[in-house]
Nanobody, 125 residues
Framework: QVQLVESGGGLVQPGGALTLSCAASGFTLDSYAIGWFRQAPGKEREGVSCISSSDSSTYYADSVKGRFTISRDNAKNTVYLQMNSLKPEDTAVYYC??????????????????WGQGTQVTVSS
């Protein structure tokens, strides 16, 4: 079955850390530019980070640059998002996505058509 499954979300205090995982089934993650996105209530979905297929070059939104790190473990077919120094404004549902139809390999891909179910991250005292 072709799937993307996010995990690792939860409740954390400001300044804390979480690591999110995006595990793929039915296709190989390192063939695509895999993106992390987030959406908070009442806000539009925004791109957070991306890792390219070939050279593993990365992209980060300005709001998370210096605090978040994206990485990939090809043996586990999993992409990670390490989130440090978390802020309340990081609270959102986080999704990973792949540009399967376009077969995009370089970040940022133009169209993400395949998405995971999301995992909730809440940053609060």
């Amino acid at each position: 079955q072709v799937q993307l499954v996010e995990s690792g979300g939860g409740l954390v205090q400001p300044g804390g850390a979480l690591t999110l995982s995006c595990a793929a089934s039915g296709f190989t993650l390192d063939s695509y530019a895999i993106g992390w996105f987030r959406q908070a209530p009442g806000k539009e979905r925004e791109g957070v980070s991306c890792i390219s297929s070939s050279d593993s070059s990365t992209y980060y939104a300005d709001s998370v640059k210096g605090r978040f790190t994206i990485s990939r473990d090809n043996a586990k077919n999993t992409v990670y998002l390490q989130m440090n120094s978390l802020k309340p404004e990081d609270t959102a549902v986080y999704y990973c996505a792949a540009p399967l139809r376009a077969a995009g390999t370089i970040c940022p891909a133009r169209e993400y058509d395949f998405w995971g179910q999301g995992t909730q991250v809440t940053v609060s005292s």
